[in-house]
């Protein structure tokens, strides 16, 4: 089975702080993603990847940036954390023709306080 | 529009069929999914529908589509206490290797 790990489950930063929020994929897909989820408003994409070094934003980018430097990794960073970047956040990767749709990491639920 | 639309709210009782219905945007998708987030969890993915298909049966999920009003539905049957969860549409409209996912509907299931 495809794995997509997040690294934390739950996060608590201070306003200001730099945070890094971590995914690994292990099936060798191409495309990985990341969104937030926030009641009543459902899944907004942050940022997505199409390979190593690639990056697109998606339509909510403000705020936050990515790094993805191997195939496998893929980097949500928030270079300033704010209050209303409290929410959960979600990775999810995706082999190129997407038939299967995305495996989705377990999620990071992130509080700044 | 954009927005793949689902109703936010279902309720039923166990035993019950349970049908969560969403709209979506693109004529021009390809496959079309269901997933399933549990409290605390990621999504899920339980199943999805090619588009040159009307109907798709896996035990008792049973999706059925219909292009020409761009609706998709998925049904439950024998509703359990543990299919409680956010059910979401997703399309793939084939431009881009991306998603577009719907609202949610969170079903609840009471005894």
């Known amino acids: 089975d495809v794995k997509v790990t997040q690294s934390s489950r739950y996060l608590v930063k201070r306003t200001g702080e730099k945070v890094f929020l971590e995914c690994v994929q292990d099936?060798?897909?191409?495309?990985m993603f990341w969104y937030r989820q926030d009641p009543g408003l459902g899944l907004r994409l942050i940022y997505f990847?199409?390979?190593?070094?690639?990056?697109e934003k998606g339509d909510i980018p403000e705020g936050y940036s990515v790094s993805r430097e191997k195939k496998e990794r893929f980097s949500l960073i928030l270079e300033s954390a704010s209050t209303n970047q409290t929410s959960m956040y979600l990775c999810?990767?995706?082999?190129?023709?997407?038939?299967?749709?995305?495996?989705f990491g377990s999620g990071t639920r992130l509080t700044v306080v | 529009g954009e927005d793949v639309e689902q109703s936010l709210f279902l309720s039923v009782r166990e035993g019950d069929s349970s049908v969560i219905n969403c709209t979506y945007t693109d004529s021009s998708s390809t496959y079309l999914y269901w997933y399933k987030q549990e409290p605390g969890a990621g999504l899920q993915l339980l199943t999805y529908?090619?588009?040159?298909?009307d109907m798709k049966q896996d035990q008792r999920l049973t999706v059925l589509l219909n292009k020409k009003d761009k609706h998709l539905s998925l049904r439950i049957a024998d509703t359990q206490t543990g299919d409680s969860a956010i059910y979401f549409c997703?399309?793939?409209?084939?431009?881009?290797?991306?998603?577009?996912f719907g609202t949610g509907t969170r079903l609840q299931v009471f005894p």
């Open positions: 099936m060798d897909h191409e495309n």
């Open positions: 529908i090619f588009s040159n298909m």
């Open positions: 990847s199409y390979d190593v070094k690639m990056k």
């Open positions: 999810a990767s995706m082999m190129g023709q997407g038939i299967y749709g995305y495996t």
């Open positions: 997703a399309e793939n409209t084939g431009n881009t290797d991306k998603l577009i």
